[in-house]
Nanobody
Framework: QVQMVESGGGSVQAGGSLRLSCAVS????????MGWFRHAPGKEREGVVG???????TYADSVKGRFTISQDNAKNTLYLQMASLKPEDTGMYYC??????????????????WGQGTQVTVSS
């Protein structure tokens, strides 16, 4: 059974940084595609960044240059380093995984496994 557990969310002021972690178990970690999504109140869930088994990343335009995805295969953990945070980055952040290809963040429906989410709140 796949389990994904996020941590690291919190409240920060605009311009601040946070690092989210996603501990993964029951999943062949080096498999196809993993990513981060976020869901803000009144908005649809949107893809933030995805990474495939080759390490190729796809970032949403809104976070390029500010967010960085990484993974520690030995620890089966996915990370999202967020810098220069803005109020519009506020939302519940989810890690997700799938064995399907291609690896993209265009639709949350393409991902099969999800964590419970961690809240990020950025104040102005």
């Amino acid at each position: 059974q796949v389990q994904m557990v996020e941590s690291g969310g919190g409240s920060v002021q605009a311009g601040g940084s946070l690092r989210l972690s996603c501990a993964v178990s029951g999943y062949t970690y080096s498999s196809t595609c993993m990513g981060w999504f976020r869901h803000a109140p009144g908005k649809e869930r949107e893809g933030v960044v995805g990474i495939d088994w080759d390490g190729i990343t796809t970032y949403a335009d809104s976070v390029k240059g500010r967010f960085t995805i990484s993974q520690d295969n030995a620890k089966n953990t996915l990370y999202l380093q967020m810098a220069s945070l803005k109020p519009e980055d506020t939302g519940m952040y989810y890690c997700a995984a799938t064995y399907r290809l291609p690896c993209g963040i265009g639709s949350s429906a393409d991902f099969d496994y999800w964590g419970q989410g961690t809240q990020v709140t950025v104040s102005s």
